[in-house]
């Protein structure tokens, strides 16, 4: 029997080629700045987002946590859908870290609007928390990998720029949205303070994440990283999966974008399910009429392994280590 893993983009493993570039990074310290295939990476990445500088961190959840803590001060609040997953997925570290409130949107899939987001926006006045920043995510997790054009983010930057407030982008998954939406990665920067950037999720890097800002923000976002207990050593061997995945793994992700669009197709045949949600990127959430637990042990059963994001909603994720095969034998189980 096959076993299919479609839970998430996290569960890659490093390729032949990927492996080969991490054994032969050249490394140092990094806390002292002298880990070289550390400091490639991070100029790299915010060369290709039009962006000053970049810190390479352990995690998503870490390079959302700085920027937040970068763009925020105690008592502000910041606006952001209720689906993102600055709020829902990351332990309530807004409030922790950066002791803000936030201000709970709802969007389409995950997607919020200037229009949306304006009223929102506290006035002056000392009963209400200073609202500072406002937090995007593209592709939208939650959302089933939704995603923003340049286009829409456009009038939202604006909208930031005249009311003063910073702009940040969770980008756990930018690259799908980019492959999606043919907007190019150079002409984000000037709409962003802050851009978070996963490495191990569609590009397949074991481990990281980069947040992209300007060099003030990066030079105290390297404090707050240091706070975290994000400090790393040698941590270029893990800079050079990302290097590798930067170059190698960016172009193929039409493929995963493919293979969920077909899973989405052959969800929308059978009886037991409700309801398939647009599969725009990598991400197949769908709606079962019987519970999702019941669904997911049959699956189980054969070799597919895949979560639940709700009572009656699963979730596919297709990724680097999922194959043709695997997405035919999928299809073929499904009936
Ligand atoms: C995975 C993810 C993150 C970061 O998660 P880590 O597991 O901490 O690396 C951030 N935002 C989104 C939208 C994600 O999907």
Known sequence: MMTVDLRSDTVTKPTPGMLEAMWSAKVGDDVFGED?????????????????????????????????????????????????????????GIAFNSAVS?????????????????????AENVHYPRTSLVVLENTVNKGGGSCYTLEDIKPIA????????????????????????????????????????CLSKG???????????SKETIKYGRRVRKVLGGGMRQAGFLAAAGIYALDNHIERLKIDHA??????????????????????????LFDTHEPAEKILAKLLEKGIKANSTDTHRIRFVTHLDINQEMVAYVIGALA
């Open 102 to 122: 936030t201000r709970l949107l709802h969007g389409d899939r995950g997607r919020i609007t200037a229009e949306i987001i304006e009223p929102e926006i506290n």
């Open 36 to 92: 070289e295939t550390v400091n490639t990476l991070e100029t790299k990445l915010a060369g290709i987002f039009g962006m000053e500088a970049g810190l390479f961190c352990p995690s998503g959840t870490m390079t959302n946590q700085i920027a937040i803590k970068c763009f925020t001060q105690p008592l502000d609040e910041l606006i952001a859908d209720q689906a993102s997953h600055v709020y829902r997925y990351e332990g309530g």
């Open 259 to 284: 293979h969920a669009a077909l899973l989405a197709e052959a969800l929308k045949g059978h009886s037991w399910v409700k309801n398939v949600l647009p599969a725009d990127t990598n991400l197949v």
């Open 158 to 197: 604006a909208l930031c720029s005249a009311k003063g407030l910073k702009l940040h982008l969770d980008g756990a998954r930018i690259f799908n949205a980019l492959t999606r939406t043919g907007d190019s990665a150079s002409d984000y920067g000037q709409y962003f303070d802050g851009i978070s950037v």
């Open 203 to 213: 590009l397949g890097a074991p481990v990281g994440s980069v947040l992209l800002a």
